[in-house]
Nanobody, 125 residues
């Protein structure tokens, strides 16, 4: 069965960096797009970034573009989200999710069939 495990969250100061990981199993990893979503308390879940099975095809939301970088290591069945220049408004539970083949022009929860459990990122001084 498809399983996704998010990890790497924690407490970091504003301006700091953190790297999240999403480890996958139960499917042919290289044939799937992997995405990161986040949800802050009292707010709706929002799409953050996505990386397609096709090399070089990625998506970033406007709120994090230029600060976060998504990458994948197919040999390790793992996707990473490198987060730099973190801001307090980045505080949220971060989830990884997957759909077949490619990312879409927009990120909707319903387009992603499988979800991990989430990892908490807190940005505070």
């Amino acid at each position: 069965e498809v399983q996704l495990q998010a990890s790497g969250g924690g407490l970091v100061q504003p301006g700091g960096s953190l790297r999240l990981s999403c480890a996958a199993s139960g499917f042919i990893f290289s044939d799937y797009a992997i995405a990161w979503f986040r949800q802050a308390p009292g707010k709706e879940r929002e799409g953050v970034s996505c990386i397609s099975s096709i090399p070089g095809q990625t998506y970033y939301s406007d709120s994090i573009k230029g600060r976060f970088t998504i990458s994948r290591d197919n040999a390790k069945n793992t996707v990473y989200l490198q987060m730099n220049s973190l801001k307090p408004e980045d505080t949220a539970v971060y989830y990884c999710a997957t759909r077949r083949f490619i990312c879409l022009d927009t990120m909707r929860n319903s387009d992603y069939a499988h979800w991990g459990q989430g990892t908490l990122v807190t940005v505070s001084s």
